[in-house]
């Protein structure tokens, strides 16, 4: 079979150099579109573990032997390698194709190939014919600039790639740079608005697999060799130019400079004294920057921020929204610089403002960012879409979370008092009992807010009117009362009245009494419809009596028609 056939030429070529030509007849049949499957990947895997075998060989190298033997054999050997150098470029631009293939095992077949070369590429410092970790890059780009990425291809690039910190380092650098150059293109919304978004849902899903290191780094974890050997920087300020030079490549210069190199420049023409220009701090060579964290965290910073600047579909920003707090924000070298994109897109309601906001919240949190607006923006979020969405379990979490916060005034705490006690009116059962629940939190720990259940009617027929949809600074609302609980006592499930009704309880509402049971507001959050109905059926069954009167033994009894036909006297 054309199998056996195969395999029995990587046999010949394995066993000596002399049968290297050979793997012509391997890469006709890899080249091949219309072969089997089968084939097709028989093919892929001896071509493979060939050429790897001539790279641990270092069959496209010149020895020291060769250089001191005969001109004419050296000139033979150097025809060989350039022959075999080209069919290598071959396989390798073969294999690239491949990894957009539609056959999912042939695609990760393509990219293991791929891995094992780039693996063996730096296998020599010398071998400045082969592009290293260039065919890395140029995996990337393929991957990016390609089809949908299947989500097994992802999870296998994640973890034979994105796992090594030499291939992860370098795929942010290539990341970057095709987001760089997507923001700079001129495309042309219309026609190529489909190729845009391709590509920037592609680099997307790969950035979402990649893993930041967050301790040292090991050298034997990285898939090649790498030295740490630094780049001689002692000479750096005989050029100015290179004095100047930004850190990575294509780097705008800044204007402070600029600034400087023209101050300098000015002081030397009017003969002045020359303002002596600050050191420059060693440069860190690729090998030195694939070991440091902080550059790897530099770098996932600068790529993500490339990809936010983007225009992104309402789809991508809400599954990038999503994967910020727990797996982005935690690894930037400065998450603040998130703040303005996510109250932009604060501003736009909605499900991706309750995701930004919860971003906004962990950076609150953690990292110390002063954004005053953000009580005003959870407030206006609390509407009766936000609180009968698919998405509210979400926000209930966040907004119990934030109103734990201390530091809330009097006049905060009550504006969100009488909005969530006004939204019980008009969502369904158990958002209503999360609201109710997170009320009687509040007035608990917000003894100035009782004027609100205590305060006696202003208005002839007892209702004073709440505008819901004026902003959180000007609503007043400790100047109202909550009517709405009166409503609520007479709610259709039960569980929701209960609680109006103990809105009113002084020992339930008052944080000093120590008669008041304990309040667990977040086993409301997720509380639906179908726990209500498991709770209600395992409540257990208290069968009532049919008679008030004891029957009698016996099938007859005594009394009655029957019982004096057929009874026993």
Not at 471 to 487: G, M, Q, R, V
Request: proline share 3%; hydrophobic share 40%; glycine share 4%.
């Amino acid at each position: 079979s054309e199998v056996a056939r195969i395999r029995s030429l990587e046999a010949c070529i394995l066993s000596s150099k002399k049968h290297a030509k050979s793997t012509t007849e391997i890469i006709e049949k890899l080249m091949d579109d219309d072969c089997e499957k089968a084939v097709k990947l028989a093919a892929m895997h001896s071509i493979r573990r060939v050429f790897v075998n001539f790279l641990e060989n270092n069959y496209f190298l010149k020895s020291t032997v060769e250089s001191s033997g005969d001109s004419a054999v050296a000139e033979k050997l150097d025809k060989f390698r350039a022959w075999l150098m080209q069919q290598y470029n071959t396989v390798k631009g073969k294999m690239l194709d491949l990894c957009c293939s539609e056959k999912l095992k042939i695609q990760a077949a393509a990219i293991r190939t791929i891995i094992e070369f780039v693996r063996y590429e730096n296998t020599s410092s010398d071998l400045s014919q082969l592009f290293g970790m260039k065919t890395l890059h140029a995996l990337i780009t393929k991957l990016v600039m390609g089809p949908d990425i299947d989500v097994d291809i992802l999870l296998l690039l994640r973890e034979e790639v994105m796992s090594k910190p030499d291939c992860e380092y370098h795929s942010l650098l290539c990341l970057r740079r095709i987001l760089s150059e997507e923001k700079a293109s001129t495309r042309d919304q219309v026609s190529d608005g489909e190729e845009r978004t391709q590509v920037i849902q592609n680099a997307l899903d790969l950035l979402r697999v990649v893993e930041v290191p967050v301790d040292g780094i090991d050298a034997s974890d990285c898939l090649t060799r790498v030295s740490n050997v630094a780049e001689d920087s002692d000479n750096s300020d005989d050029d100015e130019e290179e004095d100047d030079e930004s850190e990575d490549e294509g780097e705008k210069v800044s204007a402070s400079v600029i600034a400087a190199r023209m101050r300098r420049k000015k002081r030397s023409a009017s003969g002045g004294a020359a303002v002596p220009r600050p050191r420059k701090r060693c440069r860190l060579s690729r090998a030195q920057q694939i070991m440091d964290v902080e550059c790897h965290r530099k770098e996932f910073s600068r790529t993500w921020l490339s990809l936010l600047s983007l225009p992104l579909t309402a789809v991508q920003q809400r599954t990038a929204l999503k994967h910020l707090p727990q797996h982005v924000i935690p690894y930037l070298q400065q998450p603040v610089l998130l703040a303005d994109y996510l109250s932009t897109t604060v501003k736009a309601g909605g499900v991706v403002a309750v995701l930004a906001l919860e971003s906004l919240f962990h950076i609150i949190v953690h990292y110390n960012l002063d954004y005053p607006d953000y009580f005003s923006a959870l407030y206006e979020l609390c509407s009766v879409d936000v609180m009968s969405a698919r998405y509210r379990g979400k926000f209930m979490r966040l907004l119990h979370a934030s109103l734990k916060s201390s530091n809330i005034p009097a006049y905060v705490a009550g504006a969100f008092i009488k909005k969530l006690t006004h939204l019980c009116l008009h969502i369904p059962g158990p958002s209503a009992l999360f609201c109710l629940a997170q009320v009687m939190w509040l007035l608990r720990h917000h003894p100035k807010c009782m004027v609100l259940i205590h305060r006696e009617k202003q208005s002839s027929d007892g209702v004073i009117p709440f505008d819901c949809t004026i902003p959180l600074e000007k609503c007043d609302a400790l100047s109202f009362s909550l009517h709405e609980a009166k409503i609520l006592q007479n709610h259709y499930i039960r569980e929701v009245a209960e609680l109006a009704t103990a809105l009113e309880n002084n020992v339930l509402t008052t944080s000093t009494s120590t008669e008041a049971p304990p309040l667990d507001v977040e086993q409301f959050i997720d509380y639906n419809y179908k726990d209500m109905i498991e709770e209600g059926l395992k409540g257990s069954k208290k069968w009532s009596a049919m008679s008030h009167i004891v029957p009698e033994s016996g099938t007859f009894v005594n009394r009655g028609l029957v019982g004096k036909c057929f009874g026993s006297s």
